[in-house]
């Protein structure tokens, strides 16, 4: 004689087993707009791997609505303005290496950046940068993908996960051979995110080859997350 109870809690118990396996897996939303955003030490390939992003979602997925930003916008405006430079070189690495012949002090360019920041974050408001990028991408997010290359303090990494959970992407990419090189920064912009385990990131790239190398490697965490088209 067949015990209905029994039957009934082995049904519903195979049915919730069912949805919970189906949430666990569930693919981020195809459809949806993302924010990617990418941490890593300078020099490690942030801006290759944006690059990499939005050509594989073009060549896939037919998205091409990016728009790149940074936390680190105003502070090069600010710097362009200060020592009368064009806003574009500050994106380049090698002039941010380079001495600023305009400054007293002898300082890098990228030194200028860092200590326009510290003083602007310490006398202006601690969280003055991040709250200015979510504020900006929150009013367009919907019209746009954004990729943002300069993911670099636990107070900005906290403040999109809380304003965008649903749709925030965050990777951290590390180039081994920088921990040998003279490229390692004491700043605290550099590192701030150190003790941030990686299984803290939504994705993990180890930049140690070639860029087509690196290609794959996105193209493959991408695909795991169910955000790329096959």
Do not use: M, W
């Not at 290759?48 to 405006?77: D, G, R, T």
């Not at 709250?131 to 107070?155: A, E, G, M, P, Q």
């Amino acid at each position: 004689k067949l015990d209905t109870q029994k039957y009934s809690n082995k049904v519903l118990n195979s049915t919730l087993n069912k949805i919970y396996n189906y949430l666990k897996e569930k693919p981020f939303n195809k459809n949806k707009n993302y924010i990617f955003a990418i941490s890593g030490k300078r020099g490690s390939g942030k801006n290759e791997v944006s690059n990499i992003i939005q050509e594989l979602l073009s060549e896939h997925n037919n998205v091409h609505n990016f728009k790149e930003e940074s936390f680190a916008k105003p502070i090069k405006e600010a710097a362009a303005i200060l020592y009368n430079r064009d806003y574009e070189n500050f994106n380049s690495r090698d002039f941010k290496e380079l001495f600023c012949s305009s400054d007293p002090k002898g300082r890098t360019h990228r030194e200028l950046l860092q200590q326009i920041g510290d003083a602007l974050s310490k006398n202006v408001d601690y969280n003055i940068f991040t709250n200015c990028l979510i504020d900006k991408i929150s009013k367009y997010n919907h019209v746009y993908n954004i990729v943002i290359t300069d993911l670099r303090f636990k107070r900005e990494k906290e403040a999109l996960e809380e304003k965008f959970k649903d749709n925030l992407i965050t990777i951290r990419v590390i180039r081994p051979d920088l921990n040998n090189s003279d490229k390692v920064d004491s700043h605290i912009s550099e590192n701030d995110l150190n003790d941030v385990l990686n299984d803290r990131f939504n994705i993990v790239i180890y930049n140690d080859g070639s860029l087509n190398c690196l290609k794959t490697k996105v193209k493959e965490e991408l695909l795991k997350l169910g955000i790329l088209n096959k």
